[in-house]
């Protein structure tokens, strides 16, 4: 969470604004926070405690910026633009604690609360981001920018701040400002709506099984697993649900196939239901309000608007990218098909290949090929090892070392909190990770921060407090949580998130990150993950303490391209169909979310056998800041794969090639250009044939 109130401003985060009640003198959201390396007391807080916090924080906020705004003395970068930066501290550090709420300790009154709270947000965000003084100030420092001797990142920030005034409506006459607003608002509780509607579905599904015979196929850790759920729960048998932890085995390996078919229907088809979470008008309603607010703001479409400040400049060079690989993955697609279809046959199975079948053929294919099974992978991927082994890598690459922390606060009993230190000893970062899922927690992983790296109005550096957050397998009676191959990776790519946090040089908790550049420093790392001197590091077997045999790493670097076709058409499908759905030029009300994803998947030749990675009624990532920006992980790709070559080009742990990477790239990401950042790091701009070289793609 961004403490920069200008970065409020500009970029439309979240504020709070709540109903009266006296301030509590205890409340421990306003005391200071005598905890250590200034964690949030999130122990000490209750619900209650943030409606009069948030009361104080608007109330000091507001105070704080009237004296900016009502200021006689001509506009300066000093008296304006820094002294916004240094606004909100107290505001921006109570809406890091309630946005914690409101991922990994979700409840109904918490949920009661966002709903009453987020349009509320929105208004107050409007109120003072739309105020014409603030607009008349920046212009004015921005006009006269010349003058004041700014370094670079000041530059950087005051222009890319003005830009946020322009695109945020600033400039727009005061009826079209009211439009805004009421948009804005409506956005806010839409879209809070849609998130709320997944949760409680993802919770409410269970498939139950009472046969045993319907567990064939099934590991025993997955077995165990749905045991203990159902015990849980109070209910006899085993109960599998459409968390990924739980739902991915069940299709990999179960032998019933109607089963399978149930568990995966219900995940892709969540909220698409006709009943009270069904999210289909929902995310209607939130495209055309994303039309009319982009015809309102002076775009052709959402997407133009989203991609401007963006690497990618506009829609088009999304499509060019999407396409030229959506091209040369399909037929790819195909061939995996006719194998899994020939497999099928060869079984004398008297069906045609469908989606629920798939992970279920390539499991089997997986180990007929390659004498590999995922099953056989896991036990050397016990999660503390994994965890240490992604610990070591950042040690060698850049000296840096991690040491668990005990007794201090954090959100969830289940978080793990570690001290970041230099290879010097001196203090970088405090992490926290959170790895499983459970009913009170969000689904996906990501990250976030409770604290960036700035510096006071005094001058004192404040270091960043970083959160990991997964939903990984759960340990399972006396087997400790073992992870698959993918979730090692998506380990990895989280971590990445994480050291881009820890390494920033930011001097005012502000950023103007390029939304299809922020992938890059997550997904650079999941390039260690696999690499054999780095399995031999931490793939260890959680029972024998036996490295890796160098058997299974050669099967797994064998089997590398495995499947690419189907992981990456997943992808590529719903980066299409989010850049598709933000490209409509009018408000459609009688719009079917479901008949325009049909119609489109059939008009780029998406195989019937295979799903979009994200349907439009549980597309969550185009709800919270992916919105025509789903593509950013494929763009990033080009910059991941081409930036790993530096590091094959001389060696994987190379310490000069490191320190270039966390000087150029992590350390100014969101103060500087995301091409020149990469060009200081590569010596040139990045090149797309390590990339399909990946994919085993021919240019």
């Known amino acids: 969470m961004k403490k920069s109130f200008l970065i409020i401003l500009a970029l439309g985060v979240f504020i709070m604004s709540c109903t009266q009640k006296e301030v509590d003198d205890v409340n421990p959201l306003l005391a200071e926070w005598d905890t250590p390396f200034d964690v949030p007391p999130f122990e000490e807080v209750e619900l209650e405690h943030f409606i009069p916090a948030f009361e104080e924080a608007m109330k000091q906020t507001k105070a704080e910026m009237e004296v900016i705004l009502s200021n006689p003395e001509e506009p300066t970068y000093e008296n304006t633009v820094e002294a916004s930066y240094y606004a909100g501290e107290l505001l921006g550090r109570v809406s890091g604690v309630f946005t914690q709420f409101n991922s990994v300790n979700i409840s109904d009154e918490v949920q009661i609360l966002a709903q009453e709270i987020y349009p509320k947000l929105s208004a107050f965000g409007d109120e003072i981001r739309l105020d014409p003084r603030s607009f008349e100030r920046m212009k004015v420092v921005y006009e006269n920018k010349d003058k004041f001797n700014l370094n670079d990142e000041q530059l950087f920030l005051l222009e890319n701040g003005y830009k946020g005034f322009i695109r945020s409506g600033a400039a727009l006459p005061e009826d079209k400002k009211e439009i805004l607003k009421q948009i804005n608002q409506e956005l806010s509780s839409l879209t809070l709506k849609f998130g709320q509607n997944i949760l409680a579905e993802v919770n409410e599904f269970k498939l139950v099984i009472t046969e045993e015979a319907d567990l064939a196929g099934l590991p025993d850790a997955s077995i165990q697993t749905a045991a203990e759920t159902a015990a849980k729960d109070s209910i006899e048998g085993w109960v599998f649900t459409i968390q990924k932890p739980s739902m991915i085995p069940f299709i990999q390996y179960a032998d019933n196939r109607e089963l399978r078919k149930e568990i995966y229907d219900a995940y892709v088809n969540q909220c698409n239901h006709n009943d009270e979470k069904d999210n289909k008008e929902n995310i209607a309603k939130i495209l055309n309000l994303r039309v009319k607010r982009a015809k309102l703001l002076g775009y052709e479409n959402h997407a133009a608007f989203v991609t401007e400040p963006r690497m990618a400049q506009n829609p088009e060079r999304v499509f060019d990218l999407l396409n030229q690989l959506w091209e040369g993955i399909l037929p790819k697609v195909k061939e995996e098909r006719a194998a899994l279809q020939e497999m099928i046959d060869n079984e004398g199975g008297n069906f045609k290949l469908e989606p629920h079948d798939w ?172 690499e054999p001197d780095v399995l031999k590091m931490y793939a260890t077997h959680y029972e024998t303490g036996e490295v890796i045999p160098e058997e299974l790493v050669k099967k797994i670097e064998a089997s590398a391209k495995f499947n690419k076709g189907f992981e990456k058409i997943e992808i590529y499908a719903a980066s299409l169909l989010d850049i598709k759905f933000h490209m409509m030029t009018e408000e459609d009300p009688d719009l079917n979310v479901m008949d325009f994803e049909k119609k489109y998947m059939e008009e780029i030749g998406l195989i019937p056998e295979i799903y979009s990675r994200y349907r439009p009624t549980y597309f969550r990532h185009i709800m919270s800041g992916y919105d025509a920006g789903y593509y950013s992980y494929t763009w990033a790709s080009v910059l991941d794969n081409d930036a790993f070559e530096a590091f094959k080009e001389t060696d994987i742990f190379d310490q000069a090639t490191a320190k270039s990477f966390r000087d150029n790239v992590l350390a100014m990401n969101g103060i500087k250009n995301a091409m020149e950042m990469y060009v200081a790091f590569r010596g040139r701009e990045p090149k797309i044939e390590a990339l399909l070289k990946s994919l085993g793609i021919e240019k």
């Open 359 to 530: 992970f279920y053929y390539t499991e089997k294919l997986r180990k007929e090929k390659y004498d590999l099974d995922e099953s056989e992978v896991r036990p050397y991927f016990e999660l503390e090892n994994v965890r240490q082994g992604i610990f070591t890598v950042a040690e060698k690459l850049f000296g840096i070392t991690f040491t668990q922390i005990d007794g201090i606060p954090v959100p969830h009993p289940e978080t793990t909190v570690y001290e970041v230190k230099e290879a010097d000893g001196s203090h970088l970062a405090v992490f926290f990770m959170d790895m499983h899922p459970r009913a009170s927690k969000r689904g996906g992983a990501w990250c976030g921060s409770y604290q960036d790296h700035h510096f006071t109005k005094d001058g004192k550096e404040i270091t960043p407090l970083v959160n990991n957050v997964c939903n990984f397998t759960r340990p399972s009676g006396d087997t400790p949580a073992l992870l698959s191959a993918d979730e090692v990776s998506t380990m990895f790519h989280e971590f990445g998130h994480a050291l881009d946090g820890m390494f920033s040089e930011t001097s005012y908790s502000a950023s103007n990150i390029a939304w299809d550049f922020v992938e890059l420093p997550s997904q650079i790392m999941e390039h260690w993950a696999f």
